[in-house]
């Protein structure tokens, strides 16, 4: 039998998916083998799964997920069925009346992975066959429920060829592995898995492989091989994830008292593939970017990111892999809280104060701009069409704030306690958000504590989109020394969510006097519209002490306080944490970037602004090259549009350009000085001198700016250097500015880089975001350059990616940048549509443009829905016309 279906990917709408009708999988499959024939030219997979109903459950009919699968045959407890037992539609497969007892399915399907180009499923990446099944990829390569609330232990038997594909990896623990009997050209391979896991943690990979071998033994004595899979020839690039993986396995161990369960822990590097990386169980696949990497080939931020992300998925084995999620509302009990440890990581190992800031002006810059568009969501969605489009910051960052809060609330004391809970009690489990709070509120009051908040009010978290606002009045008396703050809460409506309620927003705060010498920090906790609070026997004086507000970033809101400038300044200069006093500067930059922006510079700030700065950059001032570099740098482009009355990114760029210029001019002397302060720290190996680096990046791009040919070809000069970080500190320095060295600059980081393409892609995300009068032309000449792979989302993301950051050239006024970036985005859909709808989202600000640049914007969205989607993008692009 040949059952040859429609491919399912074209289809037009997908229906909508909601919370509210969850039930669980009328059967248990407790155990899976997948016998997996990889052919010349396709792959045959058997598949024997053991299905038991679940008590009480009616009589029913069987349904199986499976997209783009060729049927081979069917049976039950070994009896081929009838057609008419069952229907397989372009989407699954239903079996009318399958036994009410336990029995055993066997399918046998064929499989094309050279033709998949969706990057889901079984794909072929170069040489190499691997998987991607989170979270709906499992159903491409056999019929299966592909849910996460079905959990099965998996036995995976790989037959290949021996010289085509001389490694064949699965989950767990190879049992048996030799040469075909009968067959000297073919091997195989089994693999037993004897955890328990969703269908979405499955992976399979085979291929020519080097592997890269090291150990770690757990505290309670396990030996754990760790294997590092790379194409022939990029050993060398692996001992920076290698030990960031070693250096992540000791502190889970450290911290939460989590132990890694089996013998073996496998990572392989894919070329293509559609994100960071993938936590399958014990066999982990990454985004080759996020694994090949050293001083010299990667930048500082890359290796940072590369050791957090390769503590991500290895957090996952518990977060995620040992608890799962019950279905995929519950994303964020996985992703928020291994976002939570990451971040708890990063800033263990390297500088908590900074962390925080890098995260708080992330979440502002990205996770703030979704919760004010058109494909704001909540945490804990109740609804989605296609789930690859909730893999968002607000699942990802916002829940890991969430979980940051229930800390604050707290103490740290106390929520370990309710995390030690959370983890013994749902091992083995697929679990709800809901749990999880659950858990953290018990353990927490375990020894009799008041809790101090309301639990269920601080779940509204998990349900409400939108970023809410604090704002603060204050009145102050000035002789009696008494000051009174009263804070009011809102949250603005978002698509389909008009009705707000208050929710439990953590505030810490802090007052510094006019001495400089701030008071202790105190924890309000915000669970009313409106609170006030009284402060007496403060000294009277004619200002009140400055107010230092959400410090740590202690929720993640937006708060408006009309703090003067004067109160800023000795913010920037006095307050003791770190995040507050980098946000007094950020409050201060942004009043001077949209002033510039709308025309109308204010030129008594921006003097205020150099005295300020001209006091951290002296001999004196501020020590810390990175905290300095943190200080000095402007607020992100999102974040900026998100204050003006219309958003206008062009002017924005352009108000930037002439502030670095400005500030490079008058602050010249003393930013060579602190160049020349630096210099000798510039080669220390990460994670030493990266301060150094950062600030001198910093300082190359003002100088530049300003006119100054010795920086700039120092800069040039870097671009051919030892340090990745300089080389692109420098790209980025000259990228804004018509000169030579820019040209000699991205011509000389070509050349040298050309033949390796992880390092090549930053060449073409430069090139597409270069501004130039014929940037147009020129992104479209880069999709046929000969070392461009249309099929590897990380080149489509440099180029594309690059092009929406070109914002003179993205935005144009004639809306050519709109127009191509939507032909793009069409072509794209056909080969990958979960990159193609990520990509989408370029315009999502769109509704807060000019009404031109709208009605441009509007024209090249109807061109995108007028065209044939996959139901990913169409999704995104529905949301975003409304
Ligand atoms: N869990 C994966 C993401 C899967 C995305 C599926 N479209 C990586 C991570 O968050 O660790
Ligand atoms: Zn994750």
Not at 6 to 12: L, Q
Not at 384 to 399: L, M, P, R, S, V
Not at 742 to 747: G, I, M, P, S, Y
Not at 796 to 816: C, I, M, Q, T, W
Request: glycine share 6%; proline share 6%.
């Amino acid at each position: 039998m040949q059952t040859l279906l429609p491919m399912a990917s074209a289809s037009i709408t997908a229906p909508t998916i909601r919370l509210k009708d969850y039930k669980p999988f009328p059967w248990r499959i407790p155990s899976i083998a997948l016998d997996v024939v990889i052919g010349s030219d396709a792959v045959e997979v058997s598949c024997c799964m053991e299905l038991t109903p679940l008590l009480g459950a009616e009589p029913q009919a069987l349904v199986l997920q499976g997209v783009d699968l060729l049927l081979q045959s069917i049976a039950i407890d070994d009896n081929a069925l009838k057609p008419s037992d069952y229907n397989v539609t372009a989407e699954r497969l239903v079996i009318h009346q399958p036994p009410q007892v336990p029995f055993q399915l066997k399918t046998v399907c064929r499989i094309d992975p050279q033709a998949n180009t969706s990057l889901e499923g079984l794909y072929a990446s170069g040489g190499m066959l691997t998987t991607q099944c989170e979270a709906e990829g499992f159903r491409r390569i056999t019929y299966h429920p592909d849910r996460p609330d079905v959990l099965s232990r998996f036995t995976v038997r790989i037959e290949a060829d021996r010289e085509r594909y001389p490694v064949l990896l699965s989950n767990g623990n190879a049992l048996s592995a030799g040469p075909l009997a009968g067959d000297p050209t073919r091997h195989e391979v089994t693999w037993e898995d004897p955890s328990l896991k969703p269908s979405y943690l499955f992976a399979l990979v085979a291929g020519n492989l080097n592997e890269v071998c090291d150990r770690f033994v757990t505290r309670s004595g396990r030996n754990v091989t760790l294997r590092l899979h790379v194409e022939p020839g990029d050993e060398p690039f692996t001992a920076h994830a290698m030990e960031s993986l070693k250096r992540s396995m000791a502190w889970d161990e450290q911290v939460y008292g989590l132990e890694y369960d089996l013998d073996e822990f496998n990572t392989v590097a894919v070329r293509h593939f559609n994100m960071g990386a993938m936590e399958n169980k014990s066999l982990n696949i990454f985004n080759s970017k996020l694994v090949l990497a050293d001083a010299e080939t990667a930048s500082d931020a890359e290796l940072e990111r590369i050791e957090s992300v390769v503590a991500h998925e290895y957090f996952h084995n518990w977060s995620g892999n040992r608890i799962t999620c019950r279905d995929w509302f519950q994303l964020s009990l996985k992703e928020g809280l291994t976002v939570f440890r990451d971040q708890c990581f990063t800033a263990d190992l390297h500088s908590e104060a900074l962390k925080r800031i890098e995260d708080a002006a992330m979440l502002r810059n990205t996770q703030f701009r979704e919760d004010a568009g058109p494909t704001a969501h909540p945490v804990k969605p109740d609804a989605y069409q296609a789930i690859d489009n909730f893999y968002t910051t607000t699942i990802y960052e916002k829940g890991a704030e969430l979980i940051r809060m229930l800390r604050t609330l707290l103490g740290e004391t106390r929520f370990m306690r309710g995390m030690a809970l959370y983890f013994k009690r749902h091992d083995g489990e697929a679990a709800t958000t809901d749990d999880f709070v659950s858990a953290i509120v018990e353990g927490a009051c375990s020894q009799g504590e008041p809790l101090g908040f309301d639990c269920e009010q601080f779940k509204r978290w998990y349900d409400q989109a939108g970023t809410p606002t604090v704002t603060v009045k204050r009145d102050w008396d000035s002789t009696r020394g008494v000051l009174r703050l009263s804070l009011r809460q809102s949250t603005p409506p978002t698509p389909g969510q008009p009705k707000k309620l208050p929710l439990v927003i953590p505030l810490l705060w802090a007052l510094v006097p006019a001495n400089g010498v701030p008071g202790e920090e105190q924890l309000l906790v915000l669970d009313q519209e409106e609170h006030t609070l009284e402060l007496k026997g403060l000294p009277c004086s004619e200002q009140p002490p400055a107010l230092s507000l959400f410090r740590q970033f202690s929720a993640p809101v937006h708060w408006e306080a009309s703090q003067e400038s004067a109160e800023l300044f000795t913010l920037l200069a006095c307050d003791n944490d770190p995040f507050a006093r980098w946000d007094a500067g950020q409050q201060l930059w942004r009043r001077i970037v949209l002033a510039r922006a709308s025309g109308t510079p204010n030129a008594d700030l921006e003097g205020q602004m150099l005295e300020a700065l001209s006091v951290l950059l002296a001999a004196a001032g501020e020590q810390d090259p990175a905290v300095l570099a943190t200080l000095m740098a402007f607020p992100g482009g999102p974040e900026l549009e998100a204050l003006q009355q219309e958003a206008d990114p062009p002017a924005l760029y352009r108000a930037a350009c002439a502030l670095r210029e400005k500030f490079g001019q008058s602050l010249a002397p003393l930013l060579r000085e602190r160049l020349d302060l630096v210099a000798p720290d510039l080669a220390l190996a990460w994670p030493e001198g990266q301060g150094q680096r950062q600030l001198t990046g910093l300082i190359w791009a003002w100088l530049a700016a300003a006119g100054d040919s010795a920086v700039r070809s120092d800069a040039l000069a870097a671009v051919s250097g030892p340090s990745m970080t300089l080389a692109r500190a420098a790209l980025r320095a000259l990228q804004p500015l018509d000169c030579p060295e820019r040209e000699d600059a991205l011509r000389q980081f070509h050349d040298r880089w050309q033949e390796k393409p992880v390092i090549f892609d930053s060449w073409f995300a430069l090139e597409a975001s270069t501004p130039r009068a014929d940037g147009l032309q020129r992104v479209s000449s880069l999709l046929q350059h000969p070392r461009f792979d249309p099929m590897a989302p990380n080149a489509v993301r440099a180029v594309l990616g690059g092009f929406a950051g070109n914002l003179l050239v993205f935005h144009a006024e004639d809306g050519s940048g709109y127009q191509f970036m939507a032909e793009q985005i069409i072509a794209l859909d056909q080969r990958n549509a979960i990159t193609a709808s990520r990509l989408a989202k370029v315009f999502s600000r769109w509704g807060t443009y000019s009404s031109k640049r709208q009605a441009l914007v509007k024209a090249a969205l109807d061109q995108l829905s007028a065209a044939q989607l996959s139901s990913n993008t169409r999704e995104v692009v529905e949301m975003m016309l409304g």
